[in-house]
């Protein structure tokens, strides 16, 4: 797309951002959209540790969070050590690896959180003028591209055993962030200019600790900003429903109920459905779009009372949601109105963290071994290519410039074939 006919076009769109027009960058979790569909038209189709890898740069430690990614810089949460007391946002070249700036925020609370949940969880987010980060009771903060700190804003303290994870959100000039879970559980909106609260929604949390007989409740997804005819709506994943809110209030303007008390996925949609699935487990649903109040009979399209693990989100494609679940590591394709898995539970090596990504009618799924698996995004089971960087990693791949950029504990991978590389 022609930059300028991209920034003329922004003038008439109130809510979404810069990025959701922009093909070559990736800025925010799941991509421009937050839907994991990338605009690109080209990506490598194979590569190993030693083939089609432009750069790899070491990473501090494990991490789970994804990099974005503006023009020539990219960017990536991390915990500099195991027990999240120094927390950071690193800026990295695109074309090199090479660390531009790093900035570092101590931490001297107590946030627990689980072993496969580092520290440091939530991508981050850019419009190409700022970058935002979530550090949980840490905070979230506000830097320039150069790295200048603009603003930080305390949100209170996060307490679960498990941690926490849900990413920032940017449209227009709010920031949009699902605080949780645990006993303060709450949707917000702030200032992107200040970080000043503009107003924010509170939800029914959970206990912080499980102990024995304390029930399991908690959401870990990130909200969805989904348009229906000229009106914008932020779609979250809650225990027990999925609802939509009115992004200038936060008002709760439908809500559909069938979920189950914990949630990891992010909801997908088009233009006539949306679907949210629980994790653990627990349930799926698809409802049609426009609504009102309590639209649980009147909206649902199909509902699934128990499906198999589910961490990363899936992904829509013409009429069909594919999905890889986080255990055991099977591939599910759905018909959206229907719920029907056309591939019938097609299995990969092993358990699925990432979300699907879609790049033009190809999806990569990357599984915690480090191999991404890349099948036709078709009914018909297709498997293209399964390409192995042998380390682990839960963090969603992220597409931008004909590259994948791919986060493992060890490293940031940059995979491209050596033409799509630009000086």
């Known amino acids: 797309m022609n930059r300028h006919f991209g920034i003329c076009l922004l003038v008439g769109l109130q809510l979404f951002s810069t990025n959701a027009l922009l093909a070559d ?30 750069w790899k740069t070491p990473l501090p430690g494990p991490g789970s969070s994804s990099p974005i990614l503006w023009e020539n810089r990219l960017f990536l949460t991390q915990s500099l050590d195991q027990k999240g007391k120094n927390r950071a946002i690193l800026c990295l070249d695109a074309l090199s690896g090479r660390e531009l700036w790093r900035r570092i925020f101590p931490f001297e609370g107590n946030e627990p959180t689980h072993s496969t949940n580092p520290y440091c969880s939530a991508t981050p987010a850019t419009d190409g003028k700022v970058v935002i980060s979530s550090f949980g009771s840490g905070g979230v903060t506000c830097h320039d591209l150069e790295g200048k700190e603009l603003w930080k804003k305390d949100l209170g303290s996060f307490v679960h055993i498990w941690g926490n994870a849900s990413s920032p959100v940017i449209v227009g000039e709010r920031v949009f962030l699902s605080c949780g879970p645990g006993e303060r559980t709450f949707l917000i909106a702030l200032s992107k200019a200040s970080g000043e609260k503009l107003w924010s929604h509170e939800e029914l949390g959970g206990k912080a600790s499980l102990e024995k007989g304390e029930k399991w409740i908690g959401s870990w997804s990130t909200p969805l900003l989904h348009k229906v005819g000229e009106k914008s709506q932020l779609v979250m994943s809650w225990p027990g429903a999925i609802k939509g809110h009115g992004p200038e209030t936060g008002k709760v303007l439908w809500s559909a109920q069938g979920l189950t008390d914990l949630v990891y996925t992010s909801p997908v949609a088009n233009r006539e459905v949306i679907v949210a699935m629980s994790g653990y487990g627990g349930a799926a649903l698809a409802i049609r779009t426009e609504g009102t109040g309590d639209i649980t009979q009147s909206h649902r399209l199909w509902h699934h009372p128990k499906n198999p693990q589910r961490i990363g989100s899936g992904v829509v494609h013409g009429d069909h949601l594919y999905m890889a679940n986080g255990g055991p590591g099977t591939l599910q394709c759905f018909h959206l109105k229907t719920g029907k898995d056309l591939w019938e539970g097609k299995r990969v090596t092993e358990a699925c963290w990432a979300s699907t990504v879609l790049v033009g009618d190809k999806l990569l799924v990357t599984e915690q071994n480090g191999q991404t698996t890349i099948l036709v995004a078709s009914p018909q089971y297709k498997v293209l290519a399964k390409n192995s960087l042998k380390e682990h990693t839960d963090a969603s791949p992220a597409i931008a410039n004909g590259r994948i950029f791919i986060r493992t504990y060890q490293h940031l991978w940059c995979i491209g074939e050596k033409e799509t590389r630009r000086e």
């Open 25 to 54: 960058n990736w800025s925010g979790f799941r991509g421009n959209r937050g839907d994991g569909v990338s605009a690109e038209t080209r990506m490598p189709l194979s590569w190993s540790p030693t083939s089609n890898i432009l």
